[in-house]
């Protein structure tokens, strides 16, 4: 119970005005468009020179958690995910928005991320040497089956075809092998000077996302007698706190996948979320309303993108390993101030790490009243006309595209991926999918290889990648997953089939009991 010693720290003045600010702007940064919780933190960093350590790295780790959940903001207001981490949050978040439930889906966005982020913490707090040791289990070969395991819920991510779904995922993983190899230095796919540093994750997550939404909403401009005004339902904070009560299953599947995906280094939030969703959607009796509204989906993926928050810091605090890219980043802002992490950084800095850690969990309540708060203002979004939106949102995308890496051939790669999107979507295939096979390409990519160098100075390739207890455990856990996915789709196939015949036999429609007769949830 050393932590409690220590939690004075944090309401100290200057300290609690820290993370206050670093709360409030972390939830603006997150909700814009190409700025992901790394890139806010990094932004950060030269405010900290002139403050001490612990007032540093509160300011530091407030951002890095409020980043996180105010990317929801944009995804489900938008369908524009503020960060990787919120791409599943987008799936089931904007469909909310679009029937009028946007202050709903914000509501139970926040709540879910505010538990999942607690239980992070205190996983971070109780159990740090634990899971330390944990986490050193995991080598090249184990990070690998990870990332296929990741491929394998492609098929039938947001996809009416399992089939369009895996071609959709293939798209991405070819997307992820252009320009120079990390490892072999060798040129791939390089058509065009501005492909050279290859397709970043973030440029392809504004043209893939936003683009085509951009294109939607200047067509319902242009049919004025199509435009319906979106109304903006109200929701107090009790209901959705019900509505959170009546999905714990969502709530506890994207705590625990949050948890345990937070704690491998280089896997990342938005494996955490994606996971999650897929899992709750396969367990779920109502599997068929996931991507139409249903807040179950919100809540499990945003549960799971904070709840890898304070897991994704064990491995840097006790090993010096950075659990995630935004970790390596405040790895950095300790190295400023001259603390190297380890074992004994709890021993010659506890003020320091305890008030850190401390101030995350505190963060983590003020985060979720924030949010709470500015819910019901920032669901009128919604109301905004289209054409105006569509501008808005287009100024959104090149300055977040830009920003990235200050380059136009950014920009350009934006609008072709954005482009090529809207017309893949009018022949059945999703952007979910496409975007995990980016991400999921350079981590199954880099792990082979440093795998395969590692196996062919051992017992080869075979042994190394498929025998031990852990690569057992994560080859059976991929081959359930292909199996499930498989006999789903086969099931909803035999199930669209089987209505089909009915109302050609009956000559009328089918009563669905989740929609209503123009297609939105009830």
Request: overall charge neutral.
């Amino acid at each position: 119970m050393e932590f409690l010693q220590y939690f004075g720290g944090v309401f100290e003045p200057t300290s609690f005005l820290l993370l206050l600010g670093g709360t409030m702007g972390g939830l603006i940064l997150g909700a814009t468009p190409g700025l992901s919780p790394t890139m806010a933190v990094a932004l950060l960093i030269p405010f900290t020179f002139q403050l001490e350590a612990t007032q540093g790295l509160i300011l530091l780790g407030a951002a890095y958690t409020s980043t996180v959940a105010g990317g929801a903001v944009s995804a489900i207001l938008l369908k524009i995910p503020g960060a990787p981490a919120n791409i599943a949050t987008a799936l089931d978040g904007h469909e909310m928005a679009r029937q009028g439930r946007g202050t709903e889906a914000l509501h139970v966005s926040f709540l879910a991320s505010g538990v999942g982020g607690i239980i992070g913490v205190l996983l971070l707090i109780f159990l740090t040497p634990v899971l330390a040791r944990w986490a050193l289990a995991f080598g090249p070969s184990h990070l690998f089956w990870m990332a296929i395991l990741g491929v394998t819920i492609i098929g039938s991510l947001d996809s009416r075809s399992f089939v369009k779904g895996l071609l959709s995922g293939c798209l991405g993983l070819w997307l992820s092998m252009i320009g120079y190899d990390d490892i072999q230095g060798a040129q791939r796919f390089i058509f065009h000077d501005s492909l050279t540093g290859g397709v970043n994750i973030i440029t392809a997550l504004i043209g893939i996302f936003a683009i085509p939404q951009v294109i939607e909403m200047l067509a319902k401009g242009r049919v004025k007698h199509k435009i319906v005004a979106v109304s903006v339902a109200k929701q107090s904070l009790l209901s959705s706190l019900k509505l959170l009560s009546k999905n714990v299953k969502a709530l506890s599947i994207g705590t625990v996948t949050g948890s345990v995906i937070g704690l491998i280094p280089g896997v990342g939030g938005q494996i955490a979320g994606l996971l999650a969703y897929d899992q709750t959607r396969k367990f779920s009796k109502d599997r068929d309303t996931f991507g139409k509204g249903n807040p179950a989906g919100v809540i499990a993926a945003e549960s799971a993108n904070n709840a890898m928050v304070g897991p994704s810091l064990v491995p840097l605090l006790t090993l010096s390993i950075p659990g995630s890219p935004t970790a390596a980043v405040l790895l950095g802002g300790l190295l400023i101030h001259g603390i190297f992490p380890g074992s004994d950084l709890f021993d010659n800095y506890p003020e320091v790490a305890w008030t850190f850690i401390n101030s995350m969990l505190i963060g983590q309540v003020l985060m979720v009243i924030f949010g709470i708060w500015v819910a019901s203002y920032a669901a009128r979004v919604s109301q905004i006309p289209p054409p105006i939106m569509a501008a808005a949102v287009l100024v959104l995308a090149l300055f977040g595209s830009y920003s990235v890496q200050q380059s136009m051939g950014d920009v350009y790669i934006m609008l072709a991926l954005g482009l090529s999107m809207f017309l893949l979507e009018k022949v059945g295939f999703s952007a979910a999918p496409l975007v995990l096979g980016l991400i999921l390409g350079p981590i199954a990519e880099a792990n082979f290889i440093q795998g395969s160098m590692i196996a062919n100075a051992m017992d080869g390739p075979a042994q190394y990648f498929l025998m031990g207890p852990l690569n057992i455990v994560l080859i059976a856990l991929v081959l359930s997953s292909i199996a499930w996915s498989f006999f789903s789709s086969r099931r909803e196939a035999e199930k669209n089939a089987l209505l089909s015949d009915t109302v050609a036999k009956g000559g009328g429609a089918i009563n669905d009991p989740f929609h209503d007769d123009t297609g939105a949830q009830s």
